[in-house]
């Protein structure tokens, strides 16, 4: 059974922007961190987070590891103003989509390899 769980979704200080969403099946849980708008006073400008970039998305795994975002999922935003919030979501739910599907590719393997050992085990008794 997949589980999806929106832990934070929070406007602060230093990030005024940021969200967390943890999906987990039975053997493997996956954190999508993103966050964003990054202020070195209360109230005050905002500044990049990183190298070019406003806001990012990281993945990591249920030890806390850092995972790598596959090739062709967005998971940065370089720019501050009218809709970039609306784009680090969307860049977020992108990659909590693909890891669902991962996860969910994953259950369905395991389901078909013991269907797979239960009929092995069938045929010998026969």
Not at 5 to 22: A, V
Not at 37 to 42: D, L, N, S, V, Y
Not at 60 to 72: A, K, N, S, Y
Request: charged share 25%; with cysteine.
């Amino acid at each position: 059974m997949l589980t999806r769980q929106d832990i934070c979704i929070s406007d602060g200080h230093p990030l005024r922007f940021s969200l967390k969403t943890s999906i987990s099946n039975d053997r493997q849980e996956v954190l999508i961190s993103s966050a964003g708008e990054a202020e070195t006073t209360p109230g005050g400008p905002i500044h990049p987070i990183g190298v070019n970039r406003y806001y990012e998305t990281m993945v990591f795994d249920g030890q806390g590891l850092e995972m790598p975002i596959p090739p062709g999922l967005p998971w940065k935003v370089d720019s501050f103003g009218i809709g970039s919030r609306d784009q680090c979501r969307r860049q977020h739910e992108a990659i909590v989509q693909f890891f669902i599907d991962q996860l969910e590719t994953a259950n369905h393997e395991r389901q078909l390899e013991t269907a797979n050992q239960h009929h092995a085990g069938h045929d010998r008794e026969s």
